[in-house]
Antibody, heavy 118, light 110 residues
Framework: QVQLVQSGSELKKPGASVKVSCKAS????????MNWVRQAPGQGLEWMGW????????TYAQGFTGRFVFSLETSVSTAYLQISSLKAEDTGVYYC???????????WGQGTMVTVSS | QSALTQPRSVSGSPGQSVTISCTGT?????????VSWCQQHPGKAPKLMIY???KRPSGVPDRFSGSKSGNTASLTISGLQAEDEADYYC??????????FGGGTKLTVL
């Protein structure tokens, strides 16, 4: 079936980096653009940006520039989110979500919990 | 860009109808027919319930409906059921290849 499977929970120290993966299956990878969404503990959803799965071109939302990088490994139908110089405020659940157009997120990954703590 | 405005909470009894609003501007909600609604149960990933303002994905009950007037979109849930208790988020295209979420609304089924 159509699904996105994300990598497991991460516990990192401030200043470290983390790379979250999102593997697509059940459909042609380029059918959906890949979005990344953050949910801080007890908070709402925040759109981080998206990557064009045809061209690899990323677009970052305000507040997610500089330390955040979206990338693809098309050969294995996988998208990645890398966050460098981690801060405590980066703690949260990170979701990948596929969208066919701007009308809605058609499929969601199960989420990856990233905890930043010394 | 500020988040879209949703009520923090709404409630209703089983069988009743509730409406959740999502207010933006002419640069997002009012400017495009690209408003969606997601449902999120505690500890779970969000699920798409409405897309393109009014369309329902396959498998979503027709008790869920969407609409838009000016800069405000709405999600209406009729015939409330216990399993509808969840957080609901609106999302809108905001131009320049960007999206905005609402702050989320907690629906309580009394």
């Amino acid at each position: 079936q159509v699904q996105l499977v994300q990598s497991g929970s991460e516990l990192k120290k401030p200043g470290a980096s983390v790379k979250v993966s999102c593997k697509a299956s059940g459909y042609t990878f380029t059918t959906y653009a890949m979005n990344w969404v953050r949910q801080a503990p007890g908070q709402g959803l925040e759109w981080m940006g998206w990557i064009n799965t045809n061209t690899g071109n990323p677009t970052y939302a305000q507040g997610f520039t500089g330390r955040f990088v979206f990338s693809l490994e098309t050969s294995v139908s996988t998208a990645y989110l890398q966050i460098s110089s981690l801060k405590a405020e980066d703690t949260g659940v990170y979701y990948c979500a596929g969208s066919a157009d701007w009308g809605g997120f058609d499929i969601w990954g199960q989420g990856t919990m990233v905890t930043v703590s010394s | 860009q500020s988040a879209l405005t949703q009520p923090r909470s709404v409630s209703g009894s089983p069988g009743q109808s509730v409406t959740i609003s999502c207010t933006g501007t002419s640069s997002d909600v009012g400017g495009y027919d690209y408003v969606s609604w997601c449902q999120q149960h505690p500890g779970k990933a969000p699920k798409l319930m409405i897309y393109d303002v009014i369309k329902r994905p396959s498998g979503v009950p027709d008790r869920f409906s969407g609409s838009k007037s000016g800069n405000t979109a709405s999600l209406t849930i009729s015939g409330l059921q216990a399993e509808d208790e969840a957080d609901y988020y609106c999302c809108s295209y905001a131009g320049n290849y960007t999206l905005l979420f609402g702050g989320g609304t907690k629906l309580t089924v009394l």
